[in-house]
Nanobody, 124 residues
Framework: VQLQASGGGLVQAGGSLRLSCAAS????????MGWFRQAPGKEREFVAA????????HYADSVKGRFTISRDNAKNTVYLQMNSLKPEDTAVYYC??????????????????WGQGTQVTVSS
């Protein structure tokens, strides 16, 4: 699976962005998908995940109620709608395909394939 993230940009605090992650390959619908982010000088952190069917979602506490993950398996795409953005949301955002390995959705080691990242910058 190859992943291509897009949709990042510069936005003022309180604004919104929608990230997209387009996947190649016919197996996209079999993968749970996740979004992670990494701010300068910080470790990568989990943001959100969605099961392969889209029936269940999981969020980091820091984004719960503001971000929404969704997917369209017909379009091989997963989305991250980000509302009420804060300066602390500034980071490079990565999408990834989950393969478990006995790990939870919030563990980066559970993901096999990663996109190249898209920069999100939130100004105060």
């Amino acid at each position: 699976v190859q992943l291509q993230a897009s949709g990042g940009g510069l936005v003022q605090a309180g604004g919104s962005l929608r990230l997209s992650c387009a996947a190649s390959g016919r197996t996209f619908s079999t993968y749970a998908m996740g979004w992670f982010r990494q701010a300068p000088g910080k470790e990568r952190e989990f943001v959100a995940a969605i099961t392969s069917s889209g029936s269940s979602t999981h969020y980091a506490d820091s984004v719960k109620g503001r971000f929404t993950i969704s997917r369209d398996n017909a379009k091989n795409t997963v989305y991250l709608q980000m509302n009420s953005l804060k300066p602390e949301d500034t980071a490079v955002y990565y999408c990834a395909a989950y393969n478990a390995y006995g790990l939870g959705y919030d563990q980066g080691g559970a993901y096999d394939y990663w996109g190249q990242g898209t920069q999100v910058t939130v100004s105060s």
